[in-house]
């Protein structure tokens, strides 16, 4: 059985949001707030932080109006506005077509927890010593930053690839 385009869609945002809920749930239920556990010594680290703010708690300080427009209001207009483009644009290709998905499923997801707990739960954290360190994040964070970088991969780095043969 195919399923239409559109359907892959909205199956892959749900699937996004999805796992990022069922993480933050399992966080919550399971690590207490600010509680640290090494996974792989100080390297992979799981704690359970409230994030008030936007990336790496950006903005915490805001006021609760400027918050409302800045972290709920604008970001649901926009969220909404890749959701349309993503279905009506038949042009985009199928990689262009996942990573922008993959972005609106953790963007709604991380919306949501603003709008139900007034905060977004992050866990993660990844420090390799130098040449690699993380803030700490979460599965939504990781579908945003999975898709800027295939988009990044789709729109500059393959039509170079193509020009070159």
């Known amino acids: 059985m195919k399923i239409s385009r559109n359907a892959a869609i909205i199956i892959l945002v749900i699937i996004n949001i999805a796992l990022d ?5 399992l966080v919550r239920a399971y690590i207490r707030l600010n509680e640290v556990i090494e996974l792989i010594g100080d390297k992979f680290i799981l704690t359970n932080v409230e994030n008030e703010g936007a990336f790496l708690g950006m903005w915490s300080d805001m006021s609760g109006a400027l918050r ?11 969220l909404g506005y890749l959701i349309y483009y993503i279905i009506s644009n038949k042009s985009l290709d ?3 077509t996942i990573a922008l ?8 997801a991380n919306i949501f927890d603003r709008i139900a707990f007034g905060k977004v739960t992050d866990f993660l954290f990844i420090d390799l010593g130098g040449v690699f360190k993380t803030g ?3 599965v939504a964070d990781m579908s945003v930053t ?5 988009l990044v ?3 500059f780095i393959a039509p170079k690839k193509k020009n070159i043969s």
Request: hydrophobic share 60%.
């Open 21 to 25: 809920q069922i993480s933050k749930v």
């Open 68 to 78: 409302l427009i800045l972290l709920i209001i604008l970001p649901v207009a926009v």
């Open 94 to 96: 199928r990689l262009s």
């Open 101 to 108: 998905s993959c972005i609106a499923g953790g963007g709604i």
């Open 136 to 138: 700490i994040f979460n």
């Open 146 to 150: 999975f898709g800027l970088l295939v």
């Open 153 to 155: 991969y789709t729109w």
